[in-house]
């Protein structure tokens, strides 16, 4: 990293200095993105936050002359397999990503088979993600079995929901042909459509809680079912990638019992192709304010470095991380 040291006699020189000092730091200016996923969503959150925490550190490096020129912008995408998908394009740097969708495109499975993306990297993992069922008031839908002749918005396609609902299909042996209709509407669009009575139920894999799911649920009285048969069960049992997961009595108006289905962790993603320095220092900017971080959202509230750094990563990790990791004892 490049120092401005001000000495009485570069002050001397400041004509021909400024000069080179600005045209050093054009070069040295960096811009990242990170994809995220729908404007309601927890990942969108991620994203805006990490960029904070960039842009903190950029801020403070103005004042103590560690600059290092990262920009950084966190748009709103379509979810995990579409920002695996940039990432691998090279349009996006960053992105967040499933736990599930982390390890088929790392090894090639499911529905990277035949497309394995050897370059992908792992940085950390951030909130747990439980699969949701949302249905509506009225509807009448208990389990998995009743939304059979129902309309079920299955996702966006780009969306971890939507591989996940598809790889519950497959283990249900449940075709699009058996609901009423599948929609592929997108997390912003999914609670006002249950809300409008457009659809009966969704399935969404989010963080908790989340301001979505709130819509449905606090705002039209939506409730979240179980998914605990050995379909889940088996799911868990041989998949790492893949936990049970609470949503507790009392998140939502209508979360009058806990809810237990199963889950995956969100992700933090890159390409070996980034560099080293840029890694390092996204990674350096988070865990240097990770108290802040945990306060921007309350799915944040209990992450932990020890476990952020090896759970539910299945690709390696980047080398610019493990720099950090290395620095801080943590490996
Ligand atoms: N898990 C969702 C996905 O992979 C996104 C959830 C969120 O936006 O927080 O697309």
Same mark, same amino acid.
């Given at each position: 990293?490049?120092?401005?040291?001000?000495?009485?006699?570069?002050?001397?020189?400041?004509?021909?200095?400024?000069?080179?000092?600005?045209?050093?730091?054009?070069?040295?200016?960096?811009?990242?993105?990170?994809?995220?996923?729908?404007?309601?969503?927890?990942?969108?959150?991620?994203?805006?936050?990490?960029?904070?925490?960039?842009?903190?550190?950029?801020?403070?490096?103005?004042?103590?002359?560690?600059?290092?020129?990262?920009?950084?912008?966190?748009?709103?995408?379509?979810?995990?397999?579409?920002?695996?998908?940039?990432?691998?394009?090279?349009?996006?740097?960053?992105?967040?990503?499933?736990?599930?969708?982390?390890?088929?495109?790392?090894?090639?499975?499911?529905?990277?088979?035949?497309?394995?993306?050897?370059?992908?990297?792992?940085?950390?993992?951030?909130?747990?993600?439980?699969?949701? &069922?949302?249905?509506?008031?009225? =509807?009448?839908?208990? @389990?998995? /079995?009743?939304?059979? *002749? !129902?309309?079920?918005?299955? +996702?966006?396609?780009?969306?971890?929901?939507?591989?996940?609902?598809?790889?519950?299909?497959?283990?249900?042996?449940?075709?699009?042909?058996?609901?009423? &209709?599948?929609?592929?509407?997108? =997390?912003?669009?999914? @609670?006002? /459509?249950?809300?409008? *009575? !457009?659809?009966?139920?969704? +399935?969404?894999?989010?963080?908790?809680?989340?301001?979505?799911?709130?819509?449905?649920?606090?705002?039209?009285?939506?409730?979240?079912?179980?998914?605990?048969?050995?379909?889940?069960?088996?799911?868990?049992?041989?998949?790492?990638?893949?936990?049970?997961?609470?949503?507790?009595?009392?998140?939502?108006?209508?979360?009058?019992?806990?809810?237990?289905?199963?889950?995956?962790?969100?992700?933090?993603?890159?390409?070996?192709?980034?560099?080293?320095?840029?890694?390092?220092?996204?990674?350096?900017?988070?865990?240097?304010?990770?108290?802040?971080?945990?306060?921007?959202?309350?799915?944040?509230?209990?992450?932990?470095?020890?476990?952020?750094?090896?759970?539910?990563?299945?690709?390696?990790?980047?080398?610019?991380?493990?720099?950090?990791?290395?620095?801080?004892?943590?490996?």
């Amino acid at each position: 990293m490049r120092k401005l040291i001000v000495t009485t006699l570069a002050l001397a020189f400041a004509a021909g200095t400024l000069f080179a000092t600005g045209a050093a730091e054009a070069k040295d200016k960096k811009f990242i993105s990170i994809g995220t996923g729908g404007p309601t969503g927890v990942y969108f959150i991620v994203g805006q936050s990490i960029c904070r925490l960039v842009h903190k550190a950029a801020a403070e490096g103005r004042k103590t002359g560690r600059k290092h020129g990262i920009r950084c912008s966190a748009p709103s995408t379509g979810g995990s397999t579409y920002n695996i998908g940039q990432i691998r394009e090279g349009e996006l740097d960053f992105g967040v990503a499933q736990s599930d969708w982390q390890f088929h495109a790392y090894n090639g499975s499911s529905k990277f088979k035949g497309k394995a993306f050897k370059k992908l990297r792992a940085v950390f993992s951030v909130h747990p993600e439980p699969y949701h &069922i949302i249905v509506g008031k009225n =509807s009448g839908i208990k @389990s998995w /079995a009743d939304l059979k *002749g !129902k309309r079920f918005n299955i +996702g966006n396609p780009g969306s971890g929901q939507r591989g996940t609902t598809e790889v519950l299909m497959e283990k249900y042996g449940t075709k699009k042909s058996d609901f009423k &209709i599948a929609t592929e509407l997108t =997390s912003t669009e999914q @609670s006002k /459509a249950l809300c409008d *009575g !457009k659809i009966d139920a969704y +399935g969404y894999t989010v963080g908790v809680p989340n301001a979505g799911v709130s819509i449905a649920t606090d705002g039209c009285g939506a409730k979240i079912i179980n998914l605990m048969t050995s379909v889940e069960k088996g799911l868990v049992d041989a998949n790492p990638f893949y936990a049970f997961a609470t949503i507790p009595k009392g998140t939502y108006k209508t979360t009058d019992a806990d809810v237990t289905t199963f889950g995956v962790m969100a992700t933090f993603v890159t390409s070996a192709d980034v560099a080293e320095k840029v890694v390092y220092e996204v990674v350096r900017a988070v865990f240097e304010n990770l108290d802040d971080f945990r306060k921007l959202h309350p799915a944040f509230k209990n992450l932990d470095p020890k476990l952020m750094i090896k759970n539910a990563l299945s690709a390696p990790l980047h080398p610019g991380a493990v720099k950090y990791y290395k620095e801080k004892g943590w490996m």
